[in-house]
């Protein structure tokens, strides 16, 4: 409805505004609502239900999504860019674009969550490593011996 395109036009303001000024905690609980508003605007009870059952997992998953997400270079520009993206889709009245940006945007989450999780680890590797050498009072790795 307009009124939905309305309330979808005033978030994504405040999402670009709180991109804009880098303000991250903003950043975040705007996510959260656009994806709220996105189900809203879908008028599906069901859905709307279900997001709502799950507002506090979804709402915490993001912010810690976000926290693992923007240590990965131009990942914010990327969400960003998605959630235009999908606002577009709607806008125009096509939910076959709304539906692949949707899909886009979730398979790039889950893609540099990964990414991040997986430099987690190795920093956890490293800094073991690190700690076991010291312990050990070795500053180089052992040499292999011939």
Same mark, same amino acid.
């Given at each position: ?40 605007? @879908? ?5 709307? #239900?279900?997001? $709502? ?7 915490? =998953?993001?912010? +810690? ?35 692949? @940006? ?5 398979? #790039?989450?889950? $893609? ?7 430099? =987690?680890?190795? +920093? ?23």
């Amino acid at each position: 409805t307009s009124d939905d395109l309305a309330l979808l036009d005033r978030i994504m303001a405040r999402m670009d505004e709180a991109h804009r000024t880098g303000n991250f905690d903003d950043e975040a609980e705007i996510d959260v609502e656009f994806h709220h508003a996105i189900c809203e605007c @879908a008028h599906n009870i069901i859905l709307l #239900h279900t997001l $709502r059952s799950c507002y506090r997992l979804l709402s915490e =998953g993001v912010f +810690q999504n976000r926290l693992l997400v923007f240590n990965v270079p131009g990942a914010r520009e990327a969400l960003l860019s998605q959630h235009r993206a999908i606002y577009a889709a709607v806008k125009a009245g096509d939910p076959a674009a709304a539906r692949q @940006a949707a899909m886009d945007h979730i398979t #790039h989450v889950e $893609r540099t969550m990964a990414e991040a999780e997986r430099s =987690g680890d190795w +920093q956890r590797v490293s800094r073991l490593r690190l700690m076991q050498r010291s312990e050990a009072g070795d500053s180089e790795p052992a040499r292999k011996r011939s």
